[in-house]
C-alpha cells in the first residue's frame, strides 16, 4: 500500500482583460475574465518541488494578454488559441482548461459605454493535444414569469406544509452551458439565437414545475441549433411568496411576495442528443 | 460629568418586496428593497429595556408590504406615504427614514421579465412632522468611455511615478443622489431625464479629470431639471491599466488593459445652487 | 442665481499593504486596508481640469507603500503620520483623512499565520492642518446570547403580529467607533481593553432591547476607557426565527432556529460624554 | 435521433439551521447550512410537468428542521441520517447528498457566543439506498508562511517575465476535502486531527511550490488518519507582490508587500491510497 498523487491542475484564474479596437473613430469593447488551467506530467514539482516541467502562472496570464493584442474574436476562438497554444508550446502540459467570461457592454456612443448587468457569456474550451472540446454558455440571466406557473399533485409526506398553487410567480438565475458538436461555428450567432431560445423556452412555457421548464428549454435549444449537443442546466429557484396580508384585513390576489433568499430550490439537469458522441473531456 | 444617550435610530433594514400588478392580461412588476429607520423618543428602551415607546422592527416590515397592498406608484411617494405614517401614528417617533431601491426589469411579454442588471434607482425621503425631504438617485450605473481622457499636469512629489497620459479609459460606477426642492414632482420623468443628463455628462465630457467629469454631470443635472437643488456624485475610478507588452516584442496603442480591482481613487463631491434651501434633515 | 461646487474630496481607497518585520527568526505580520481622502483648494480641477493642485491617487498608494517601510505601529499612528503627511507637504490640501482596517491573523510559529476571520479593527485619523482627531473601532465582531434576552411590553400597532418572547437569541454584527479625547494613547492597550469591554456588556446584559444592549455596551467603554469620550455603534439584529414544529408533532422549546439573512432590525445609538469636547472632524 | 433527459437532480439548497443544546445553564451551539440534492425517477415532472414524484424542495426543507430537534450530533452523522430518510422514504428518490457546512463559534459564556471567522467545516455525503460515501472537508482556513517559500527552476517560455524568488510569502485559502473509508469513524475527533495535520504540512514544509505543499498536506492526512482515503485540495496562491520601493530611495527586504486580489494562481490536485476503494457516488 501507498500514496500517490492523483489527477491535479495547476493555472491562472481570473485574469480580467478588456480589449479596446479602433476602427477609425468607432471604438468596441471587449471585457473579459480567463482562467486557464493546465494538467499533465506534473509529479516532480509535487513530490520534490522540482519545478523544471511547470509554466508559471504569471507567464498564462502574460500570454493572455499578448495574444489579446492581434484581437479576440469569439470568446470560444480565443480560447481554442490558447488552449492549443499551452499544450503545443509545453511538452510537459498534456491538458488544457480556458474558461473565459465575457461581460456585456451597451453602446453608448462612438466610444461610450454602459455595462450591461452581471449576465456573462462564457466559453469553455479543453484540449488535449489531438482533439478539442467547446462548451458555450451564459450566466446571471435573471428571469422571471409573474404567472403561468402552478405546482401541485406533489408528494405530501409527514413533512409536507406547503400548499399547491394554480399560479405562482416562477423566477430563476439562469446558468446554462452547452456542449458544441465540434471546434467550428458561427460561435456569435450561435451564442444569440442560442440565449433567444432558452428565454422564449423560459418564458413561453406554462409550467408545472421548475424541472418542466428546464427540460424545456433545454429542448428548445437542440431543436433549434444542429451544432449543440448537449445542454446542462443549473436553476435555482427564486422564491417568490405570498404574503399573508389577512391579519390587516387585506386580501392578497397574487399581487404582494415576498422576494426570499435562502433557502432556495436548485433544479439541475442535462438535455442532449442520444446519438451525441462522447462528451470525452468537454465537462473537465 | 456623566455619560449620557446621543443620537439614535433603528429600523428595518432591507424588506423585499415584489409586487405585481395584473391589468387584464398585462402585468406590470416592481421589485423593492425598503429599509426604515425611526427616531425620537427613545431614551426608555436605550437607559431600562422599556419598550412602551418601540414599534418593532417586524411591524414596520408588515407594514410596507400592508401599504403595498394598494400599490406603490413612484418610489419617491411610498417612501412619503410610509414615512408619513410612522411618524404621524406613532407617538414616540419623530422622525424617519424611507430608503428605497428599485431594481429594473426589461419586460419580454405580458407576464415576463429578465433582471436588467444591478444598476437601482434609488429614493430616500425624510419626515419630521412637520416638514419631509426627497432624494432621489442611483447606483451601480457602470460607464466606460474608452478614450477622451487625458491626466496630466498633477503635482510630481517624491512619491508620485504615474506616467501623464493624454488618453486613457475612464470607467466609474455612478452613485448619484439628488435633493429636491419639494415633495411633488413628477417623478417618474424626473427621474429618467436626470439619469439621461447623467450619463450625456460623463459620455459628452472631454474629461482632464475624473472630478472634470464628477462637477459636468452634476451641473447637466441642474441645468435641465429645476426640480433638482443639489447633486451628489462619488465615483470610483475604475482603473484600467494599460499592459506593458514590449517583453513580447509587441506594442500595445491603447488596446489591451488590466481592468483593477484595487486599489481605486474614489472622486466625490457635491454639485448645487447657490440659492438652493438649507438641506435640513434631507441627508440625514 | 447660480450652480457651484460643494464639498468634495478624492482619495486612494482600498490600498492593500502587508507589512513582514523580521526580528531574527520570529516574524511579524501586519495586514492592512489603508483609504485615503483629501479635500482643499481642488475648484480648478472641477471646473476646468485643471489638475496643478492635485497630488495623484496613485501618488497616494505609493505614499502609504513607502511609510510603510519604516515600519507601521498602531494603526492610529500609522494613520497620523500619513494624515500630517498629506495636509503639510501639499498646499493645496487643507483636510486628510485615513481610514485603515486591520485584518488579524493568529501566529502558527516562527513565521506562520493563520487568518483570525473577518473581524477587523480600524482606525479613522482626520487632520486639518493645525488639529487631528482619532476615531478607533471595530468591525465584523459577531456575537450571540442563546438566552437571557426579553423582547415584550412593545407597540402594538394595527401592523404588529410579532409575539412577545421571554427567551430568545439575541444575535448582532458588531460595528463600532470610539473617538479618543486626543491623540495620544496606549492605542493598542486601549483597543484590547475597549474591545473586551464591548464583549463583556454584550454577554453580561440581560437584554429586553438591543437598544438597551446597545447603551450597555457604549457605557462599559467609557466607565472603562477615561481616553474615549464618545462612543457609536451599529448592531444588526440577525435574527434567529423559532421554528414551528407543531406540523410535525414535535415541539420546539428554544432548539430549532433558522438563521434569516433580510430583513433585518438595524439599531444604531450613540453614547458619549455631556462634557466631551466638540466633534470638530471626528466624523468626517 | 432524439432528444433526451439526462443526469439530472434536484433540492433545497441553503437551509440555514442554528440549534441551542440546553444542559442545565450551559448551552452549546452548532450552526449550519444545509444543501440537499436527490436524484431519481422524475422523467414525468421534467417530460410532462407530473410531479407525482416529487418531494418539493419546502418538505426537504422541513425535514431539515424536524431532524434538528433530535440533535445534531457529527454533521456527517447528520448528513447520513437525512440522506438516507430521503431515499429509503421515497419511492422514486434513489439518491440523495446532503451537503453541510459548520461554522464555527467561540464560547464566550455559559450561553454566549463569537463567531470565529468565516473557515467552515464541510461534510457531503452521498446515499444510493444500498451504500453510503461520507466526504469531509473544510474551507475558508486561511495560511500564511512569511518565508521558508521559494519559487525558481520553472520553464521559461517567450511569454515569461517573472523573476526566480529564494524568499516569497506563500499563502492560501485552504479547501479541502477528505474521503472516508467507511461510514463510521469518530468524526470529531478525526476533523480535528485531519486539520492539525493540514496546518502543520503547510506550516512545516519549506516549499519550493504550492503543487509541493498541497502534496504535503494530503500525504499528512493519510500517513495519519487509517480511515482517510482519498484528499481532495483546493488552493488559489494569493500572491503577496513585493513592492519596488526604489524610486522612492527606499529599499524592500522583503517587508512590504501588495496583497493581491486578482488575478490569482489556483493549484488543485488529489492525494490517495493507491488501494483505495473506487470513490464511487462519494464526489458525485
Known amino acids: 500500500m501507498g500514496i500517490v498523487l492523483g489527477d491535479n491542475q495547476y493555472g491562472k484564474a481570473e485574469t480580467r482583460l478588456v480589449r479596446v ?37 504569471d507567464s498564462q496570464k502574460n500570454t493572455v494578454y499578448a495574444f489579446a493584442r492581434q484581437g479576440i474574436g469569439a470568446i470560444e476562438e480565443f480560447g481554442l488559441r490558447l488552449a492549443r497554444h499551452f499544450v503545443d508550446s509545453q511538452p510537459a502540459i498534456h491538458r488544457a482548461r480556458v474558461s473565459i467570461e465575457s461581460y456585456g457592454w451597451r453602446r453608448l456612443g462612438e466610444h461610450s459605454f454602459a455595462r450591461a448587468g452581471d449576465e456573462a457569456r462564457t466559453a469553455t474550451v479543453t484540449y488535449d493535444g489531438s482533439w478539442a472540446w ?85 429542448r428548445a435549444v437542440l431543436d433549434a441549433r444542429p451544432e449543440v449537443v448537449e445542454v446542462r442546466l443549473s436553476l435555482p429557484n427564486r422564491h417568490h411568496l405570498l404574503v399573508d396580508l389577512g391579519p390587516f384585513d387585506l386580501d392578497n390576489p397574487n399581487e404582494v411576495f415576498v422576494a426570499a433568499d435562502r433557502p432556495y430550490g436548485l433544479i439541475e439537469g442535462t438535455v442532449l442528443r442520444d446519438d451525441a458522441a462522447p462528451a470525452g473531456l468537454a465537462w473537465w
Chains 1, 2, 3, 4 share one sequence.
Do not use: C
Open 134 to 218: 467547446v462548451v458555450s454558455g451564459l450566466t446571471g440571466l435573471v428571469l422571471l414569469n409573474s404567472t403561468a406557473s402552478e405546482f401541485w399533485g406533489y408528494v405530501k409526506d409527514p413533512y409536507t406544509t406547503l400548499p399547491e398553487t394554480r399560479d405562482r410567480i416562477l423566477a430563476t438565475a439562469v446558468t446554462a452551458r452547452w456542449r458544441h458538436h465540434g471546434t467550428r461555428s458561427v460561435w456569435d450567432e450561435s451564442y444569440a439565437d442560442t440565449r433567444a431560445e432558452l428565454v422564449a423556452a423560459f418564458t413561453g412555457t406554462h409550467s408545472y414545475s421548475l424541472q418542466q421548464t428546464l427540460y424545456a428549454m433545454g
Open 21 to 57: 479596437s479602433r476602427t477609425g473613430d468607432t471604438h468596441e469593447l471587449v471585457d473579459l475574465n480567463v482562467s486557464v488551467a493546465l494538467a499533465g506530467d506534473l509529479d516532480a514539482t509535487h513530490l520534490s518541488g522540482d519545478n523544471a516541467g511547470v509554466l508559471p502562472t
